[in-house]
């Protein structure tokens, strides 16, 4: 059974553009949650989406977007990026279902936002 | 709200010596406890669970985590490190019965001196 997948794996941005990033989660998991890592702050929960459904969202502005599609692929949006921006995004997949669930994570993208 | 302390940031070791890794959390309802390993360069890994039942839990490279419910602690200890156990250590907890939404703590990265 394929891993979760990220792309793309690096992206450079600058000031003020928006960025997409893809995950595509483990055949037959219906969760996708995302992560943003950096070495301050640590691992910061963004949001999970749950059958194309935000289920949960951390605190981010609103400038972070995502969704989620029918077939449990998800993105995640970026807009007018900052400099704070510059992280690793992380992906993580799970059946969803009521109860521990355990998380399957992607390698990560790093955006790096000059 | 649920937090996750993982008091050392950094922890250098001896190869072949033993380690403890500091977890604790901040509420005392119910809880599923976890360990993440990431590895240079890759996203996170599921290293060990606690879910119900036995409060000892091991991995099957050796590390095992024991959780103490009076101190919502769940400390990793391996009795003989290797340096392929370089890596940062992710203590996480989800509670019971709610949203299910895992927080992490900030890591703790590890060392292996030769």
């Known amino acids: 059974k394929a891993g979760v997948t990220q792309t793309p794996r690096y992206l450079i941005k600058t000031r003020g553009q928006q960025v997409t990033l893809s995950c595509s989660p483990i055949?037959?998991?219906?969760?996708v949650s995302w992560y943003q890592q950096t070495p301050g702050q640590g691992l910061q929960f963004l949001f999970e989406y749950f059958s194309e459904t935000q289920r949960n969202k951390g605190n981010f502005p609103g400038r972070f977007s995502g969704r989620q599609f029918s077939n449990s692929r998800s993105e995640m949006n970026v807009s007018t990026l900052e400099l704070g921006d510059s992280a690793l995004y992380l992906c993580?997949?799970?059946?969803?279902?009521?109860?521990?669930?355990?998380?399957?994570f992607g390698p990560g993208t790093r955006l790096t936002v000059l | 709200a649920q937090s996750v302390t993982q008091l050392d940031s950094q922890v250098p070791v001896f190869e072949e010596a033993p380690v403890e890794l500091r977890c604790n959390y901040s509420s005392s309802v119910s809880v599923y406890l976890f360990w993440y390993v990431q590895y240079p360069n890759q996203g996170l890994q599921l290293l060990l669970k606690?879910?119900?039942?036995?409060?000892l839990v091991e991995s099957i490279n050796g590390f095992e985590a024991e959780f103490n419910k009076s101190q919502t602690s769940f400390h990793l200890r391996k009795p003989s490190v290797h340096i392929s156990d370089t890596a940062e250590y992710f203590c996480?907890?989800?509670?019971?019965?709610?949203?299910?939404?895992?927080?992490f703590g900030k890591g703790t990265r590890l060392h292996i001196l030769p």
């Open positions: 606690y879910l119900s039942g036995s409060t």
């Open positions: 996480a907890v989800s509670d019971r019965g709610r949203d299910d939404k895992i927080i």
């Open positions: 055949s037959g998991h219906r969760s």
């Open positions: 993580a997949s799970s059946l969803g279902a009521t109860g521990p669930n355990e998380q399957f």
